[in-house]
């Protein structure tokens, strides 16, 4: 396995007040090598039977979202290594969503035991979240449109804010909500483009460039994303394994 990516050193040259908020992503990243699976086995064949248990269908979905999680993670790295304001926001932002997902399915499983969430209808929550989509293929039925259509993204980070342990009173989805400024075509992505006021004169950068404070929150609300991933995923996890493995 290729080791995971470091931070630069010139990067960490140019932002000597960063370090440990540098360095913080760099053990967040080596933290993923231990949680990933390189193979998905069922458990059992349900004699001969291919469709898969809840069980294995959430751990299938949790063993997926971890290696986002990871990928997003080593992208933000090489983002900020190359300098890439834009990238940088977009990674730590899509981390953010990946993030909600595994805290929307943690508060429907934490429903499911005293029965508030019946068995089908966590069934169709996790077939959802791993296969949800907006652009359904032509001649697609209603019937799997209904099934498959995505979540709204909104409302993964909203769960993060109903995580009791968290008390983040909407922070978390006001944190998602200000990183997509960068992220869509509206002012404050402009600010991170290089464009520098002279004289009367807008002056734009050649080539983008990271200046301390875009990397500065951006390392903040990249930390606060992996610490809910790590929670939200060790709570999912323990609530996975107690499913029945023959529904």
Not at 127 to 146: I, N, Q, W
Request: charged share 25%.
């Amino acid at each position: 396995m290729t080791s995971p990516p470091t931070i630069a050193a010139h990067v960490n040259l140019r932002f000597p007040g960063l370090a440990v908020d540098l360095r913080g992503l760099e053990d967040h990243c080596r933290e993923y090598e231990s949680l990933l699976i390189a193979r998905f086995t069922p458990e059992h064949d349900r004699n001969n039977d291919p469709a898969l248990s809840l069980r294995d269908k959430a751990r299938l979905l949790m063993m997926a979202t971890t290696y986002h999680a990871h990928a997003l993670t080593w992208g933000l790295i090489e983002a900020i290594n190359q300098d890439s304001p834009p990238a940088a926001f977009l990674l730590a932002r899509a981390h953010f969503e990946v993030t909600g997902l595994v805290a929307y399915l943690l508060l429907r499983l934490r429903k499911h035991p005293d029965g508030q969430l019946p068995e089908q209808e966590l069934h169709d929550v996790i077939v959802r979240l791993y296969t949800g989509t907006k652009k359904h293929p032509p001649g697609t039925s209603d019937a799997v449109v209904e099934k498959t259509t995505a979540v709204n993204v909104a409302s993964f980070a909203d769960a993060v804010d109903k995580l009791p342990e968290l008390k983040a009173a909407g922070q978390f989805r006001e944190t998602w909500e200000w990183l997509s400024e960068f992220c869509h075509p509206n002012a404050f992505s402009r600010f991170i483009s290089g464009q520098r006021l002279v004289g009367r004169e807008i002056h734009f950068d050649t080539r983008p460039t990271l200046k301390e404070d875009s990397l500065t929150p951006i390392l903040v609300a990249s930390s606060i994303s992996q610490e809910v991933f790590f929670f939200s995923r060790q709570e999912t996890l323990l609530l996975v394994e107690q499913l029945r493995s023959d529904a």
